[in-house]
Nanobody, 122 residues
């Protein structure tokens, strides 16, 4: 069964760090772009970061300099290192994968995880 499973979310104080993982099963992640998205209730899901062998890395302006996306193909897993977290980073974070164009367009992602909650609060 094809699955993406996020982990690593939780409660952190402003300025703290979290590392999210996205473990793939049922398919080989090597040939897919990996994207991270986030969503809060009542708002649109927004793209956070993306990594692909074709286009390298992408970061939303709101997280540049604070978040780092990476992958370990041997472990079939993607990661999002989040530093200097702010309350406005609070959201459910989703990972997704696509093998279409090596990009992370919201409507073009083939597989989605169920999300992991990140709460940044004192």
């Amino acid at each position: 069964q094809v699955q993406l499973v996020e982990s690593g979310g939780g409660l952190v104080q402003p300025g703290g760090s979290l590392r999210l993982s996205c473990a793939a099963s049922g398919f080989t992640l090597d040939y897919y772009a990996i994207g991270w998205f986030r969503q809060v209730p009542g708002k649109e899901r927004e793209g956070v970061s993306c990594i692909s062998s074709i286009n390298g890395t992408y970061y939303a302006d709101s997280v540049k300099g604070r978040f780092t996306i990476s992958r370990n193909n041997a472990k079939n897993t993607g990661y999002l290192q989040m530093n200097s977290l702010k309350p406005e980073d609070t959201a459910i974070y989703y990972c997704a994968a696509t093998n279409t164009f090596g990009t992370c367009n919201y409507y073009g992602m083939r597989y989605w995880g169920k999300g992991t909650l990140v709460t940044v609060s004192s």
